[in-house]
């Protein structure tokens, strides 16, 4: 048992002594890049471990990190200061830490290759574990963009649809995201915002969007469009985000001149109205005004006259070809007989006066017949 130990030993003596145990440098486990897949504009870091496997301690040294990225990207190369380390205890640090932080600004494959003793100033037992290289992608983003067509002003009375586009002119696939859009007076509580759900939309995919709402005061009324408004989405651009603006509500001659007739002409007037009532008994009378041009007419004014009433002027919006426009009044009689009433545009004096009229008779029975007196 002696010899055995004592033969042992002298071959364990007579390894060292012709190979003598050397340092073993390497890089620790996967380099780590953070994020793995980045947007543009965002900050990558970069980290890793070098170890010394061996008891024996090595001495100072370099390692070098070397980022390549995609076309337009620089190289960068950076160098970092190994201690000496050792896996003995009570014989210094085991490991050392490098850490680096870039910035990406292109689209594409970014290389993370980490090299330890670049400049081979430690002889080592494994040269082969040296080095190690990382990917990270960044893909490619999103751009959503809102546009709305011009909104013309209108007059009171009538209905404004206001529509914004939301389009991803980005390369990447945009994720859901919410479209803030305001149309002032719009909604059933009047506050005029709605915040509506747009899904993901693909390079070049586009949605629209409304809101409508019916005028009755004139001035001025804002809109407004905000795609991504709580800003959750990383884009390319962030500036084409929100789109707005306002128009009027009018009264009177304030109008649009593209496609109207130009000088005011004889629009077609109608009316709809009982042909008896009885005394206080309401009754209504709407002239109905009816566009038979071609093209658009221009806002007119109407005087509406009936008899034993104040005359009022109505203001009738601009009406396309065929469209008809309701114009009521309301009246009643205390006295019999026949009420006239009639409409007449004074903004042109060649138009004709439209007129009618209807019969107030006194409450009570109509008057039976010589046959169902006679039952």
Same mark, same amino acid.
């Given at each position: 048992?002696?010899?055995?130990?004592?033969?042992?030993?002298?071959?364990?003596?007579?390894?060292?002594?012709?190979?003598?145990?050397?340092?073993?440098?390497?890089?620790?486990?996967?380099?780590?890049?953070?994020?793995? $897949?980045?947007?543009? @504009?965002?900050?990558?870091?970069?980290?890793?471990?070098?170890?010394?496997?061996?008891?024996?301690?090595?001495?100072?040294?370099?390692?070098?990190?070397?980022?390549?990225?995609?076309?337009? $990207?620089?190289?960068?190369?950076?160098? $970092?200061?190994?201690? =000496?380390?050792?896996?003995?205890?009570?014989?210094?640090?085991?490991?050392?830490?490098?850490?680096?932080?870039?910035?990406?600004?292109?689209?594409?494959?970014? %290389?993370?290759?980490?090299? +330890?003793?670049?400049?081979?100033?430690?002889?080592?037992?494994?040269?082969?574990?040296?080095?190690?290289?990382?990917?990270?992608?960044?893909?490619?983003?999103?751009?959503?963009?809102?546009?709305?067509?011009?909104?013309?002003?209108?007059?009171?009375?009538?209905?404004?649809?206001?529509?914004?586009?939301?389009?991803?002119?980005?390369?990447?696939?945009?994720?859901?995201?919410?479209?803030?859009?305001?149309?002032? @007076?719009?909604?059933?509580? @009047?506050?005029?915002?709605?915040?509506?759900?747009?899904?993901?939309?693909?390079?070049? %995919?586009?949605?629209?969007?409304?809101? =409508?709402?019916?005028?009755?005061?004139?001035?001025?009324?804002?809109?407004?469009?905000?795609?991504?408004?709580?800003?959750?989405?990383?884009?390319?651009?962030?500036?084409?985000?929100?789109?707005?603006?306002?128009?009027?509500?009018?009264? @009177?001659?304030?109008?649009?001149?593209?496609?109207?007739?130009?000088?005011?002409?004889?629009?077609?007037?109608?009316?709809?109205?009982?042909?008896?009532?009885?005394?206080?008994?309401?009754?209504?009378?709407?002239?109905? +005004?009816?566009?038979?041009?071609?093209?658009?007419?221009?806002?007119?004014?109407?005087? $509406?006259?009936?008899?034993?009433?104040?005359?009022?002027?109505?203001?009738?919006?601009?009406?396309?070809?065929?469209?008809?426009?309701?114009?009521?009044? =309301?009246?009643?009689?205390?006295?019999?007989?026949?009420?006239?009433? =009639?409409?007449?545009?004074?903004?042109?004096?060649?138009?004709?006066?439209?007129?009618?009229?209807?019969?107030?008779?006194?409450?009570?029975?109509?008057?039976?017949?010589?046959?169902?007196?006679?039952?």
């Amino acid at each position: 048992m002696k010899k055995f130990l004592v033969l042992a030993l002298g071959l364990f003596f007579l390894y060292h002594f012709i190979f003598p145990q050397q340092p073993d440098l390497c890089i620790s486990g996967r380099i780590i890049v953070k994020p793995e $897949f980045p947007k543009i @504009g965002e900050t990558v870091t970069v980290s890793a471990t070098i170890t010394n496997l061996s008891n024996i301690k090595s001495p100072p040294c370099k390692a070098k990190l070397t980022i390549t990225g995609p076309v337009k $990207f620089h190289k960068i190369t950076r160098y $970092f200061n190994i201690s =000496s380390l050792s896996s003995a205890l009570n014989d210094g640090p085991k490991e050392h830490k490098i850490r680096y932080h870039y910035k990406v600004h292109e689209m594409g494959i970014y %290389q993370n290759t980490i090299k +330890v003793d670049v400049y081979d100033v430690v002889k080592e037992s494994n040269e082969s574990n040296n080095e190690k290289s990382r990917y990270n992608r960044v893909d490619p983003i999103p751009d959503l963009t809102v546009y709305i067509p011009i909104v013309k002003d209108i007059h009171v009375l009538r209905n404004k649809t206001v529509t914004t586009e939301v389009k991803n002119i980005g390369p990447g696939i945009s994720p859901p995201s919410k479209l803030w859009f305001f149309l002032e @007076g719009a909604g059933d509580s @009047g506050l005029g915002a709605k915040v509506f759900d747009v899904p993901t939309l693909n390079p070049g %995919q586009k949605k629209e969007y409304s809101l =409508s709402h019916r005028y009755y005061i004139p001035g001025k009324k804002g809109y407004k469009a905000w795609i991504d408004y709580k800003n959750k989405i990383t884009e390319l651009d962030e500036s084409n985000n929100l789109q707005s603006g306002s128009f009027k509500v009018y009264v @009177g001659s304030h109008f649009d001149e593209s496609g109207i007739t130009g000088d005011p002409q004889c629009l077609n007037i109608s009316f709809s109205a009982p042909k008896k009532v009885k005394t206080n008994e309401k009754a209504t009378i709407i002239a109905k +005004v009816k566009n038979q041009y071609k093209k658009k007419s221009p806002p007119l004014k109407l005087d $509406f006259s009936v008899q034993d009433h104040k005359s009022v002027t109505f203001h009738i919006p601009e009406l396309f070809p065929n469209q008809v426009f309701d114009v009521p009044y =309301s009246a009643q009689w205390t006295t019999v007989g026949t009420k006239q009433y =009639s409409v007449k545009m004074p903004s042109n004096s060649q138009c004709q006066t439209f007129t009618g009229s209807i019969i107030v008779e006194k409450p009570g029975k109509p008057l039976k017949t010589p046959s169902e007196a006679i039952r």
